[in-house]
């Protein structure tokens, strides 16, 4: 019922999503651009190379899938929206995607990554989605989860006026840590990140150094197997 829920929301959204999106985030001075190539910095920075099996997990319109296949080889994207998927086909034609999360096959993945996603998912629920993402890795690889921070006051108004965010509830750090350690993840570790805008970008090369610093705009909150 919750994918059938997101799918009916994302299908609406799909074509306005990207205009939507940089209307929310005016404040960097970015665009979704940026924002999707600093997490596959991030991945890379946590060994992910170009021959790693990656899932993009709730790939909506395929922002993140889009930047994955520039240097990575297997790149898959899951998302119960038909229509987000058909633009994310079109973006990143090298991928495979699917639409049901049983067609995902278990054990295959080195890496998994949940961009902005379980916001969107129902508190009772998101242990569950864990658990299903977490059976798709193979062993010794790990998930990825970025999460708006609910301590930045700019990220939470950006949010707050994101019109397909009406239904966000937003995660607690803590709440993420344990919900990894819940689904059997040894290991969990959890970074700030995204602190500086375009008006401040010779300040950005610091930013991996302020990992610890509870100001980012973004968490990144990495399960290991």
Same mark, same amino acid.
């Given at each position: 019922m919750a994918d059938e829920q997101s799918a009916e929301k994302f299908d609406q959204y799909a074509e306005q999503y990207d205009?939507? #999106? #940089?209307?929310?985030?005016?404040?960097?001075?970015?665009?979704?651009? &940026?924002?999707?190539?600093?997490?596959?910095d991030c991945l890379r920075r946590l060994g992910v190379t170009a021959g790693t099996p990656v899932l993009d997990y709730g790939c909506g319109i395929g922002n993140l899938t889009e930047r994955?296949?520039?240097?990575? !080889? @297997?790149? #898959?994207?899951? @998302?119960?929206s038909q229509k987000?998927?058909?633009?994310? +086909?079109?973006?990143?034609?090298?991928?495979?995607? &699917?639409? +049901?999360?049983?067609?995902i096959p278990n054990a295959h993945f080195g890496c998994a990554? =949940?961009?902005?996603?379980?916001? #969107?998912? !129902?508190?009772? /629920? +998101?242990?569950? =989605? =864990? /658990?299903?993402? +977490?059976?798709?890795?193979?062993p010794g690889a790990f998930v990825v989860i970025f999460e708006h921070n609910p301590f930045n006051p700019l990220t939470r108004h950006a949010v707050a006026t994101c019109p397909f965010d009406d239904d966000a509830v937003l995660l607690w750090p803590r709440e993420l840590k344990r919900l990894l350690r819940e689904c059997a993840f040894s290991r969990v570790r959890l970074d700030y990140i995204v602190f500086f805008p375009r008006a401040l970008s010779l300040l950005r090369p610091l930013e991996p150094r302020l990992r610890w610093l509870f100001a980012g705009a973004q968490t990144m909150t990495v399960g290991f197997g």
């Open positions: 205009a939507l #999106h #940089h209307a929310s985030i005016t404040a960097s001075g970015e665009s979704p651009v &940026y924002f999707a190539d600093y997490k596959v994955l296949v520039v240097g990575l !080889r @297997d790149v #898959h994207g899951y @998302d119960p987000s998927l058909e633009v994310a +086909r079109s973006r990143a034609p090298s991928a495979t995607f &699917y639409q +049901r999360d049983d067609e990554v =949940l961009s902005g996603v379980l916001h #969107h998912v !129902r508190p009772e /629920q +998101r242990r569950e =989605l =864990l /658990q299903t993402v +977490r059976a798709k890795l193979a």
